[in-house]
């Protein structure tokens, strides 16, 4: 799916109506329709469920009207607040025409506003993504009224108050929905770690906007899920053996650290590589061919860390990072890698802790490198901490532009840059995966589909990155999220890899 800015979403709208030969007003019902079989399949109210609709002077507050219309017409007895304007919009004011008589309508004042019981439904639909600066005033008193409610709250295409495109000033008012009814697309302000707790649960709901124009408008930013992703991975063929998958080495392991190597080594097995080699220090041998027999297991001469690369022609693809430590003699392991390597490289853990504490090594990436790091290792990769969120995307954009490599920010909705500045951001995933050695499986997957010369970087690593978060939640209906451990993620790799082979593409 495409992100598209405040100015697109507009242009969209009226390039629909235009193609399809419809009104404005029309386009509005289709929202309105929508909105109403989510409350009724979803949240099943009684008839007897008091439904707030609070509505502003613009096209969201036209869609609210349209909304408490269609509920009275389904037997419901909807309320309607309007926000007092100077000025209102065309469609607001034919919908509010349209209202039936006995349904409830008044105006918000500061002096009274109304109360909201616990059983209420409550429906922003003050403001959409048009809003360019915070509220302020009565509306600013209506938001803190409506977030201090208990009752459910539900916002119409976008949270009032939340900015679509820019971030968010500090203490500026904005509603904070349980659930975020966004119409088509999803709004990259949804994706952003700072707006969770406005943006609640969001769901999209189609209303028909034209796919064409869709299709048309350049974006940066893509949100990817289950339709996009079904089918990337090819088909093995039947005469396939080891070698066509490509031979992968995994730099990993340190004292107290061998668990990390394992858990890399696991997944990239479970990830279909066709051989792997792990290099350990000697106090992980025993460790790793006990735990992993079908990795092949080179004995560094130190016991505790790793101080020799070996020799690379015979790999594929090469990862490094999980439990390294940071040794200096692991850190000139790290520089030989970069200076000799001509095969795909994947960095994760102490190996990007190694590039952040010595910047000059981040010139010797090679083009095309896949980095995993979480904000705290990213931030130490660019030098600077990032002023809000949309900024930590700029600096990320940037980075990967300039050293030409592709980086996976990790978190909820993780985002993966490519050298072109494209970001594109998981729809896979649960908070079960925020426990100990989760990267680290990622790292083993990810160097498992770089190693198939088959998939090309950007392929390699969207699908390495949604079937992580896939066989998470696969794990998580098993052991619950606070139950799940890294160990039950490799487990379930192969069955999230096999939802996207294109054996499963359906007629």
Same mark, same amino acid.
């Given at each position: 799916?495409?992100?598209? $800015? ?7 709208? /009226? ?24 409350l009724l399949t979803q949240l099943r ?25 269609? *509920?009275?017409?389904?037997? #419901? ?20 025409? !349209? ?26 639909? *003050? ?27 539900? =916002?119409?295409?976008?949270? $009032? ?6 971030? /968010?000033?500090?203490?500026?008012? +904005? ?22 707790? #406005?943006?609640?649960?969001? /769901? ?16 940066? %930013? #893509? ?12 088909? !093995? ?28 080594? $696991? ?32 004995t560094d001469p130190a016991p505790d ?9 015979? #790999? @594929?693809?090469?990862?490094? &990072?999980?439990?390294?430590? /940071? ?6 392991? *790290? ?22 504490? %010595? ?63 494209? +970001?594109?951001f998981n729809s896979t995933g649960n908070?079960?995966? @925020?426990?100990?050695? $989760? ?14 010369? !088959?998939?090309?970087?950007?392929? @390699?690593? *969207?699908? &390495? ?5 896939? =066989?998470?939640?696969? +794990?998580?209906?098993?052991? &619950? ?27």
């Amino acid at each position: 799916m495409k992100l598209l $800015s405040a100015a697109q979403t507009r242009t969209l709208d /009226q390039a629909t109506i235009k193609a399809q030969g419809i009104t404005s007003l029309e386009l509005m019902e289709r929202a309105a329709t929508a909105l109403l079989d989510w409350l009724l399949t979803q949240l099943r109210p009684a008839y007897a469920t008091p439904f707030h609709l609070f509505c502003g002077p613009g096209n969201n507050g036209g869609d609210g009207l349209a909304l408490a219309r269609l *509920l009275h017409e389904a037997g #419901y007895t909807p309320t309607v607040w309007l926000l007092p304007a100077g000025k209102y919009s065309a469609d607001f004011l034919a919908n509010l025409q !349209r209202l039936p008589a006995d349904v409830a309508c008044d105006e918000l004042k500061s002096a009274r506003f109304p109360e909201l019981p616990a059983d209420a439904v409550l429906v922003d639909a *003050l403001f959409g993504t048009g809003l360019s600066r915070p509220l302020t005033g009565v509306v600013a008193e209506v938001v803190a009224h409506l977030n201090q409610s208990p009752a459910l709250r539900v =916002a119409v295409d976008m949270p $009032s108050g939340l900015l679509t495109d820019a971030p /968010q000033p500090p203490a500026s008012p +904005v509603v904070q929905a349980h659930y975020t009814l966004c119409f088509e697309l999803p709004k990259l302000a949804f994706l952003l770690p700072g707006n969770a707790e #406005y943006v609640g649960e969001w /769901q999209v709901l189609p209303i028909g906007l034209e796919q064409a124009v869709i299709h048309k408008m350049p974006v940066d %930013n #893509y949100f990817i899920e289950d339709n996009f992703m079904r089918g990337r991975l090819p088909k !093995r063929p039947r005469f396939s053996h080891k070698g066509t998958f490509g031979h992968a080495l995994l730099l990993a392991g340190s004292q107290g650290k061998i668990g990390a190597a394992v858990l890399a080594a $696991s997944a990239c097995l479970r990830g279909g590589v066709g051989l792997l080699t792990v290099q350990v220090p000697r106090v992980g041998y025993a460790i790793m061919q006990t735990a992993v027999p079908e990795a092949m297991c080179l004995t560094d001469p130190a016991p505790d860390f790793l101080t020799e690369l070996p020799d690379l022609k015979s #790999y @594929a693809a090469v990862g490094i &990072g999980p439990g390294l430590g /940071q040794t200096d003699a692991s850190r000139e392991v *790290l520089r030989q890698l970069l200076q000799a390597a001509r095969v795909p490289l994947v960095l994760d853990a102490d190996a990007l802790n190694l590039l952040g504490a %010595n910047r000059e090594l981040l010139d010797l990436l090679p083009p095309d490198t896949l980095l995993t790091p979480h904000p705290k290792e990213f931030e130490r990769l660019v030098g600077e901490p990032a002023r809000d969120d949309y900024h930590r995307l700029e600096q990320l954009r940037a980075f990967t532009r300039h050293y030409h490599c592709y980086c996976v920010l990790k978190g909820a909705y993780s985002a993966l840059a490519t050298p072109d500045g494209q +970001v594109y951001f998981n729809s896979t995933g649960n908070p079960g995966m @925020a426990t100990g050695g $989760s990267g680290d499986v990622l790292t083993g997957l990810l160097l498992a589909l770089r190693a198939d010369k !088959r998939l090309s970087p950007l392929h @390699a690593a *969207l699908l &390495g990155l949604y079937a992580h978060g896939r =066989a998470g939640d696969l +794990v998580a209906r098993q052991t &619950g999220e606070a139950g799940l451990v890294a160990g039950d993620i490799v487990h379930s790799i192969g069955p999230a890899l096999q939802e996207l082979t294109d054996a499963n593409l359906t007629p």
